[in-house]
């Protein structure tokens, strides 16, 4: 799919203003547990089924009845929740669903979670992009776990298109993981949307 050109030429704003780095982090995944006194042994499974995954991730668990719903590999920790909850709240017969377990790098320790920050898998594969700068650049990422990039480019404007595109359908293939009960709500509510996360000139024209 070909993003609209109008979408892409208003993108090409971030090309004559410095974008930060996003928030990279290591490779270490570290779970970080919620009081479960009163989860379920189906619950308790999925806790630790899930504390073993990679950041970011979340599981949310009903107080007091038996749904729970997972997320893992998210780009960051606060999509990881929200679709978490979304998925247990899917099934609950109550509406609320609670907290019980986050992924997180162990570097994130008890500050804020960034809203930029790149999931596992992107986080990887961006140390492979930072690489290849001999060309127009761009690294795109939704709040799931989809990311799309693009190298050697003549011209921002393909790179910001082509990692967009890669974007688009590594995040549609994942919205269709989803319980279908939930794909509507959870892509309405953003977390399925791309975003350039980075663009850069080639090495040559870069200023610093």
């Known amino acids: 799919m070909r993003f609209p050109a109008l979408a892409t030429l208003a993108l090409l704003g971030l090309a004559s203003t410095a974008l930060a780095d996003p928030t990279v982090y290591g490779t270490g995944s570290e779970p970080f547990y919620f009081d479960t ?12 089924r899930n504390s073993t995954q990679k950041y970011f991730g979340a599981v949310y668990i009903e107080p ?15 999509d990881a929740a929200a679709l978490a909850r ?3 709240l899917s099934h609950a017969q109550s509406d609320t669903c609670v907290p019980a377990l986050f992924v997180a790098p162990p570097e994130l320790g008890t500050g804020s979670p960034p809203r930029d920050s ?6 990887q594969k961006y140390r492979t992009y930072q690489g ?5 650049r761009a690294f795109a990422v939704s709040g799931n776990h989809a990311f ?11 790179a910001v298109e082509s990692a967009l ?18 794909r509507e709500e959870a892509r309405l509510s953003g977390h399925y949307d791309c975003r350039i996360a980075d663009l850069d000139p080639p090495a040559a024209l870069d200023p610093s």
Not at 37 to 48: C, L, N, V
């Open 165 to 182: 595109t890669y974007c688009h359908q590594s995040s549609l293939k994942s919205l269709l993981d989803l319980p279908q009960r939930v």
């Open 37 to 48: 006194s009163g989860a379920t042994p189906d619950q308790r499974d999925a806790i630790e």
């Open 118 to 123: 790149l999931g596992h898998g992107a986080a």
């Open 132 to 136: 290849r700068n001999d060309g127009w």
């Open 64 to 78: 007091g009845g038996t749904a729970w719903g997972s997320y893992t590999g998210a780009n960051t920790l606060y």
């Open 148 to 158: 799309g990039w693009a190298t050697r480019k003549e011209t921002a404007a393909q």
């Open 86 to 88: 979304m998925i247990c």
